[in-house]
């Protein structure tokens, strides 16, 4: 059974969309990610889209998503990124399972940051989710 993940950030425009492009490749077929942003920018950064595309895992499907436009889905799990998300993540339907790892926000700063936040959510992120649900390994 294919398990569904939600992203959590503030703006959905850099950490969050880099997790969701991350989980979605490493787990093809076995967990699905999407993420959205407690206020959404409604954009994503151009740095966060290049290290993407430089990583080969850049979809088109990737955008800044509004939290009311996933709080109709099922989620297994609702991974809160920022501070800020995780204090003010709303109740999900089915009392969904909510955890916190934070990661610094690399908006507003050089691309050298957009890499170090990407390599943080594939070592530490990625792991999590294979020990959370062990049966996608």
Known sequence: MI????????????????????????FKGKVVACSSGVSASGMVNPNAKKILQLNNI??????????????????????TVCENASQTCPVFPGNTPVTHMGFDDPDGKSFESFELCFNQIKENLLPFIKTYFDDVN
């Open 58 to 79: 850049w979809s088109d499907e990737y955008h800044s998503k509004v939290i009311e436009s996933v709080m109709h889905l099922s989620f297994d799990l609702v991974i």
């Open 3 to 26: 398990k569904k993940v939600l992203i959590l950030c503030t703006g959905n425009s850099c950490r969050s969309i880099i997790a969701e492009a991350l989980i979605n490749n490493e």
